[in-house]
């Protein structure tokens, strides 16, 4: 298991790999602690609230924050936590992040898996409905309420923004 985070970033020129750790429809986050080299339980979400769409990470990357950069993976499948997919990115939401006094970018990616038939046709994810958009960001709000930390959302970018960030946070 600790070689997920070591997996390259990239499954070829296109497709980046990403590592699930919260699979759409779960109600509580999943993170994988490289110490101990399993996927254990970060954090409940507020009753209700359950994700989208599979939440994980992009290995061999490095975000401000010192973790691997994170990405939202579109899709209608369920998976399940250390699943790797082979993904397109469509986008990437600038996020600004403050907690305990402290700013740090911390930066969502947009991917869609080349399995993917219902979403092949999404190539920017600036292109979803601005209702989609707004929800996505509720959605981040309410998961980080809990945890006194205010995002500052600075703007949806689409996959060349996307590319160009994986490729500078790659190790």
């Not at 809990?146 to 946070?169: C, M, S």
Request: aromatic share 8%; proline share 8%; hydrophobic share 35%.
């Amino acid at each position: 298991m600790n070689k997920l985070l070591s997996l390259p970033a990239w499954a070829d020129d296109e497709r980046v790999h990403a590592i699930v750790e919260t699979p759409r429809g779960s109600t509580c986050k999943i993170d994988f602690d490289p110490e101990l080299g399993f996927f254990t339980l970060s954090k409940p979400l507020m009753s209700g609230l359950s994700y989208p769409y599979d939440w994980g990470f992009i290995p061999s990357t490095r975000a401000p924050d010192g973790d691997p950069l994170d990405v939202l993976i579109i899709h209608d499948a369920q998976t399940y936590p250390g699943v790797v997919l082979k993904c397109r990115p469509v986008g990437i939401l600038e996020v600004e992040q403050k907690a305990h006094g402290k700013k740090e970018r911390n930066d969502r990616i947009f991917a869609v898996p080349d399995r993917s038939p219902a979403e092949t046709e999404l190539m920017d994810i600036r292109h979803l409905p601005s209702r989609a958009c707004d929800e996505l960001e509720q959605f981040f709000r309410a998961t980080n309420a809990l945890e006194n930390k205010q995002l500052k959302f600075l703007g949806w970018r689409g996959p060349r923004r996307a590319v160009k960030t994986i490729k500078r946070l790659s190790r």
